[in-house]
């Protein structure tokens, strides 16, 4: 009976300190006839082959994609639950003019909130932003700025990426292109890296 008692202060201790981890949700516990039974609920783990670079660059690549996707990933989901606030209130409003003045408040309200955040990334991590965008929202870039601004900035904002040779038409490519992005998301989400 002592034995029994010691090992599930053991377990209750151990699960505790594993309660703490990014990669694992707080435990529940669940009696049935008389057992009680410890119950964690844990977050998927990826296992992928190790990275072996060819180079330098490739090295280099790797662990900016690392830093970029650590940075903007969290910016992404903001965004969607932000756009799915903004489509939530605008289907609520009766007609176009309280849409456009509404749009324009929560425009603002978004500017003050994020903007020294957004305008502090690099080049590559507003890419990178565009990229998870598209992937968390199913839209590209050019589709979510014609969606809420209109066809015509839509237009010069594709144009203006263009001169910096980007394309806010570009979509996310999980399975061929942007293999190794979704590698790194998928570890960064699940705690991993």
């Not at 981890?21 to 516990?29: H, L, S, V």
């Not at 082959?49 to 690392?66: C, D, G, I, L, S």
């Not at 990426?161 to 292109?177: H, I, P, Q, T, V």
């Amino acid at each position: 009976m002592k034995r029994l008692l010691y090992i599930g202060i053991a377990l209750a201790v151990s699960m505790h300190m594993f309660a703490a981890k990014p990669y694992m949700m707080p435990c529940a516990m669940r009696v049935e006839n008389g057992d009680t039974i410890y119950l964690a609920w844990l977050h998927d783990l990826w296992v992928y082959a190790p990275m072996k670079f060819k180079n330098k660059k490739q090295e280099k690549f790797y662990w900016r994609t690392v830093r970029d996707v650590k940075k903007t990933l969290p910016y992404a989901k903001m965004i969607t639950r932000e756009m799915a606030y903004a489509d939530e209130e605008l289907a609520k409003l009766p007609d176009d003019r309280a849409r456009r003045k509404w749009w324009r408040s929560f425009e603002r309200q978004l500017y003050k909130k994020y903007e020294k955040d957004l305008r502090g990334m690099y080049a590559s991590q507003g890419r990178m932003l565009m990229k998870l965008l598209d992937r968390e929202t199913d839209k590209t870039s050019y589709e979510l700025i014609k969606k809420y601004r209109g066809r015509a900035a839509a237009n010069f904002w594709q144009f203006v990426a263009k001169l910096f040779r980007n394309d806010l038409k570009e979509e996310y490519d999980a399975d061929d292109k942007d293999k190794i992005i979704e590698r790194v998301i998928n570890l960064v989400e699940s705690g991993q890296l």
